[in-house]
Each structure stands twice: as structure tokens, then as C-alpha cells.
């Protein structure tokens, strides 16, 4: 004899039969970003939590409060959005003082832009020596536009996708300035913070 069952799909991932309910975990890496249904990486997501910042924290305009509505790697004095690791960044704020759920924080700008240039540096001397393979490696498809941010740090730096880039302080300077524009989505990042940056790595 035949059992028939009604299947009830209730939207949050909860599916019925009869008696027994069956909780379903769906997880879908789509990259909604690129289908323009995602804020871009730089944006203002507000993703923060309630660390107190050290009383010499300075932010990009010179005070010491949080710039709650810049975008999120100028807030965090991250403008090439490095995602927190154990590393021991010079000027990185440990993790209670952190206001950020994901991304490094630096005590100021000059230090995230430093830490941008020695992780660029280190990437190419490690044999991400090509524009793509660069930015593959920093800025992974799942949650990027990686193919438009390749070709937008080729057409800053006038390489084609094949050329191969020596880590030269001229190289790192254009590659910071290309792309910390498409992580934070403006031109935060001068030639003078550059050379202050690149004078203590």
C-alpha cells in the first residue's frame, strides 16, 4: 500500500512531512555582487561591534572618532580592506579594540596602507607576479567582481594581463592607488600617504 505524504516548504528552510520536520541548511555561494544585488566591497556595511577605539586612535581626517559613514576600509584605516589575521601588523589594534566583525583595523591610515604594501610585495615575490593572479589572490570571486577589478588595475597600470610585475616601489605605488579606488570606491589614498606608508615598511 502506497503512503502519500504532503511536502510543505515553508520559506527559512523548514520542510514538513507528516510528523517528522527536517531543518535544512542551504548555502549558496552566488555571487550576488556581480549581479549588482550586492553593495560593492568598499561600501559602508555596517558590520561593527561595540570595542572601545584607543584614545590615539586617528582616523582619516586627522580626529579621533569613528567615521561611521565612510566607507568601510576608510573607517577602519584599511583602505585595501586586509581581513584580520593573526598577523602582527605594525599600528593594527588588537581584537577587543577592533570595531570590525571581519577586517584589520589600523591606529591610523599611514599603517593600513603599510600593511597594504608589504602584503602586495610579499604576493609577487611569492610568484603572484601577474595583475590576475594578484588580484585572484586578494580579492577571491565568491564576493567580488574579480574579473572588472583585473582589468581595471591593468588599464590604471597600462600592463596587459600577462605582463610581469617586480615589486619596485613605482609598481606598488600604482597597484595601491588602483586598487584601494576599487575597495573603498574613491581616491582616499594620496602619493604623499604613499611615501609616508612605504618610508617604515
Known sequence: M????????ISGGV??????VTTIVMIRRR?????????????NVLTTNNN???SNFQNWNGGNTYLSNAPRGIRNNNPGNLIFTNIKWNGKLPKEQNK????????APVYGVRAMIKDLKHDIEKGKNTVPLLVEEYAPRFENNTDHYIQT????LKVSKSAKLLP???TLRLLV????????????????LFEQAYAII
Not at 549588482?36 to 561600501?43: A, E, Q, T, V
Request: overall charge positive; some cysteine.
Open 2 to 9: 502506497d503512503k502519500k505524504k504532503k511536502i510543505l516548504f
Open 52 to 54: 572601545e577605539l584607543p
Open 153 to 156: 588595475v591593468c588599464k590604471d
Open 100 to 107: 570590525d566583525r571581519r577586517f584589520e583595523m589600523f591606529i
Open 168 to 170: 619596485t616601489k613605482n
Open 15 to 20: 520542510l514538513t512531512t507528516g510528523a517528522i
Open 177 to 192: 592607488l588602483s586598487m584601494t579606488t576599487v575597495e573603498t570606491g574613491g581616491n582616499y589614498v594620496s602619493n604623499q
Open 31 to 43: 555571487n550576488k555582487r556581480k549581479r549588482g544585488l550586492l553593495p560593492p566591497r568598499g561600501s
